[in-house]
Nanobody, 124 residues
Framework: QLQLVESGGGLVQPGGSLRLSCAGSGFSLAYYTIGWFRRAPGKGREGVSS????????NYADSVKGRFTISRDIAKNTVYLQMNSLEPEDAGIYYC?????????????????WGQGTQVTVSS
């Protein structure tokens, strides 16, 4: 059974940074495109970023381009989301998920096996 575990969330001031981790349990992430998504309070889930199986292709939502960086460590079976220059609008629950697509997208319908999420709060 595919299981994803997110971690790294927390409380940070505007302009601060966090690094989220998405670890695979019981299976290898190397066979999948991995995506990060978030759900802000009172809003639906939206795509943030994704990375291809080999890590050579990435995709970002316009709202996070230049501030967030997605990467993967095959040996650690983990995908990371480095978030810099955080804004209050970045707050929410962040989820990772897997996809069989070759070219990474941030379309929720391409992804499944969602993790439980990790909370990110951006506030002074």
């Amino acid at each position: 059974q595919l299981q994803l575990v997110e971690s790294g969330g927390g409380l940070v001031q505007p302009g601060g940074s966090l690094r989220l981790s998405c670890a695979g349990s019981g299976f290898s992430l190397a066979y999948y495109t991995i995506g990060w998504f978030r759900r802000a309070p009172g809003k639906g889930r939206e795509g943030v970023s994704s990375i291809s199986r080999s890590g050579d292709m990435t995709n970002y939502a316009d709202s996070v381009k230049g501030r967030f960086t997605i990467s993967r460590d095959i040996a650690k079976n983990t995908v990371y989301l480095q978030m810099n220059s955080l804004e209050p609008e970045d707050a929410g629950i962040y989820y990772c998920a897997v996809s069989a697509v070759t070219i990474p997208t941030i379309d929720l319908t391409d992804f499944g096996s969602w993790g439980q999420g990790t909370q990110v709060t951006v506030s002074s």
